[in-house]
């Protein structure tokens, strides 16, 4: 079965230094894997996904993440926090590969605070 | 693209009452999922429809909770009767096997479940 950890629950940094959100994956196969955000009483927002094209993803208000096989990790990141980068983040995987029809089973998500 | 729609946005009701919600997906997408968010959580999916057609609905408690789908396109979710611990928001979203805008999954924006 598919399935999804965050490491971390929240995650605090500084306005403009680097985020690092944690994600580790199960799959039996090679998955799709996701990134959404949820601000506060909005909607959630895709990020970026990882369709096995490549291992390195670029997503949106320059996220990115790597996928690692070995380490059966895929880890967001982005180089210099922003204010509105404060937010619930979540990792994403579908059960049915690049499939676009399958669940996405989500993460229990990281609190992002980013501080003055 | 036309998003996801999904009405209401806000419902507040007294436990064993019964509330019901509605979700509009993107035209042509044959595949419509409901999620269920506690406040704090990753979504978790509700049911899933291929079509008109169930294709998961394991983790639906079917003693209270009930969803359709009549002609392939919009849905509807019910919950009779509520309980307190059904307060949470409920969202639906919808995908496509050849993808599009959002790699394929695009959400609504959801509707805030209250049962006092």
């Known amino acids: 079965a598919q399935s999804v950890t965050q490491l971390d629950s929240h995650v605090s940094v500084s306005e403009g230094t680097p985020v690092l959100l944690r994600c580790n994956y199960s799959?039996?196969?090679?998955?799709?894997l996701f990134w959404y955000v949820q601000h506060p009483n909005k909607g959630l927002q895709l990020l970026l996904k990882?369709?096995?094209?490549?291992?390195l993803v670029k997503g949106i208000n320059g996220f990115e993440a790597e996928f690692k096989k070995s380490e059966t990790s895929f880890h967001l990141t982005k180089p210099s926090a922003h204010m509105s980068d404060a937010a619930e983040y979540f990792c994403?995987?579908?059960?049915?590969?690049?499939?676009?029809?399958?669940?996405?089973?989500f993460g229990q998500g990281t609190t992002l605070q980013v501080k003055p | 693209e036309a998003g996801v729609a999904q009405s209401p946005r806000y419902k507040i009701i007294e436990k064993r009452q019964s509330v019901a919600f509605w979700c509009n997906p993107i035209?042509?997408?044959?595949?419509l999922y409901w999620y269920q968010q506690i406040l704090g959580q990753g979504p978790k999916l509700l049911i899933q429809?291929?079509?008109?057609?169930?294709?998961?609905d394991s983790q639906l408690p079917k003693d209270r909770f009930s969803a359709e789908r009549l002609k392939g396109v919009d849905s509807t979710l019910k919950i009779q009767p509520a309980k307190l611990e059904d307060s949470a928001v409920y969202l639906c979203?919808?995908?496509?096997?050849?993808?599009?805008?959002?790699?394929?999954?695009?959400f609504g924006s959801g509707t805030r479940l209250t049962v006092v």
């Open positions: 429809f291929q079509n008109n057609g169930v294709v998961d």
């Open positions: 994403v995987v579908s059960d049915r590969g690049s499939s676009n029809t399958g669940k996405l089973i």
């Open positions: 990882y369709t096995s094209a490549a291992t």
């Open positions: 799959s039996s196969y090679s998955p799709s």
């Open positions: 035209s042509g997408h044959a595949t």
């Open positions: 979203a919808s995908s496509s096997p050849s993808g599009g805008g959002n790699y394929g999954y695009t």
